[in-house]
């Protein structure tokens, strides 16, 4: 066989392989399908395999529902969050599937996100009180207290709480957290014991800020300061603003208070422009009411406990030196409010209603004995003469401003006192 021949055999084969196809295609039809169910009796076993699905799950309706193992995992998973959030746990023990299930919604009235939050000496007498509403309103607290002023009976109604967490622990030391917001209380706030040591007072206002605020820019926080209306000094302008800068002595018996609150506000501000953490300042002034400590040296709890035990009132001066005061709850409420927003501050909080020392005295008198005596001492080193603030900040752009007067809230403070007094001596005697 020559060359040629051969070549031409293998163009016919290959064309040959080209054209076979090992089924040929049919052309698709209705008619078609229905012929295949048909054939074989398929669509009779279909049938068949529907209904015996349909009465396996009709006779087993609690197939689907979650074995108790899973309801137990469930209740773990989802803490108790108090009696603002029962619907919701009824809800959780009826189908906790719903909860689980992607894209399930949450019940109405019920925060999505509940938020984790820190309070620095949240174990003393305005930290407390934030504590509580902080809990009721459903988020997580943890409080951070070395307890040199704070008092551990201030928030043990909530040990117990699974949203309630408890550190002792000096903010002087670095202290690794993950929360979403700060509120940064943590300092002697009387002259009585922020004078006992003055280097530990300053180094809780620059150490203890600089880690709160460390903190902060680490792990994404909104930080709040608890400063003070000490950092206006004895004052030249009366009431003070929130732009008044003050009239300080850096180097007075009461600056280690004084000055360490301004290094605070100074530190809070260069994190915010240098580190872009969401600070709040809170200017606070003078505020009473249950839990103060009872021998803080602060006048009002000096004046009530001392008409308690029978003793004279204590008047430093002439008695004509001016306070204002504002009862806890009114300055929680504006903390809260500050902590929320979006203003930075500073924001003066405080009741503009003014006292001087003698008329408080009086309306202690009113409460408590109209027969306590008083008795005038010389008055104290760079004592302010007068103190009231402009609260115009705070009820613009918080729409805050106290709703307590001080002949209503003041009772409130007694009957604590009473109590307290009452069974430290009771203590005492046994």
């Known amino acids: 066989m020559d060359f040629h021949t051969l070549n031409h055999r293998r163009s016919e084969n ?86 689980l299930r992607p894209g399930a919604k949450m019940p109405l009235g019920l925060k999505k996100n509940p938020l984790r939050i820190v309070v620095t000496g949240g174990a003393g007498f305005v930290g407390s009180h934030l504590v509580d509403r902080l809990l009721a309103r459903g988020d997580y607290v943890i409080v951070v207290d070395n ?23 000096d903010v002087v030391e670095p202290l690794l957290l993950e929360v979403d917001q700060i509120y940064h209380l943590a300092c002697p706030a009387s002259p009585v014991h922020y004078k006992f040591n003055p280097i530990k007072t300053i180094k809780t206002n620059v150490m203890g800020t600089l880690n709160m605020l460390g903190l902060a820019k680490r792990v994404g926080a909104r930080f709040l300061l608890t400063s003070t209306s000490e950092v206006y000094g004895d004052p030249l302008e009366h009431p003070q603003k929130e732009d008044y800068w003050g009239h300080v002595n850096p180097i007075g018996v009461r600056s280690c208070y004084d000055e360490g609150k301004r290094v605070a506000e100074t530190l809070a501000m260069d994190y915010n422009r240098g580190a872009n953490v969401e600070v709040r ?114 009820k613009n752009l918080l729409g805050w401003e106290p709703k307590i007067s001080l002949r ?23």
């Open 408 to 430: 209503e809230g003041l009772p409130l403070m007694v009957d604590d006192f009473r109590r307290r007094l009452f069974n430290e001596s009771k203590g005492s005697s046994a």
């Open 14 to 99: 290959q064309s040959k392989d080209e054209d076979y196809t090992p089924k040929p295609s049919k052309p698709w039809s209705f008619l078609g399908i229905i012929n295949y169910l048909l054939r074989e009796q398929r669509l009779f076993f279909i049938l068949i395999g529907v209904g015996i699905a349909t009465l396996f799950f009709s006779v087993q309706p609690d197939f689907m529902k979650p074995t108790p193992r899973l309801q137990t995992k469930v209740n773990d998973f989802v803490p108790n969050l108090g009696s603002q959030s029962l619907a919701f746990q009824s809800h959780v023990s009826a189908d906790p599937i719903t909860l």
């Open 281 to 394: 300042i809170a200017r606070i002034f003078n505020t009473y009411g249950p839990r103060m400590g009872i021998d803080d040296g602060r006048v009002v709890s000096n004046f009530v406990a001392q008409a308690l035990r029978k003793e004279p009132m204590t008047i430093y001066g002439d008695g004509k030196q001016t306070r204002s005061f504002q009862y806890v709850a009114d300055l929680v409420e504006g903390l809260m409010r500050l902590m929320e927003g979006e203003h930075i501050g500073p924001v003066n909080l405080g009741n503009p209603g003014e006292f001087t020392m003698l008329e408080l005295a009086e309306v202690v008198k009113e409460t408590i004995d109209p027969q306590a005596k008083t008795e005038f001492r010389p008055n104290t080193q760079d004592d302010p003469h007068k103190r009231k603030p402009d609260i115009t900040r705070a």
């Open 147 to 169: 307890f040199f002023t704070g008092r551990k009976e201030n928030v043990m109604h909530h040990i117990g709480n699974p949203r309630f967490e408890l550190i002792r622990h």
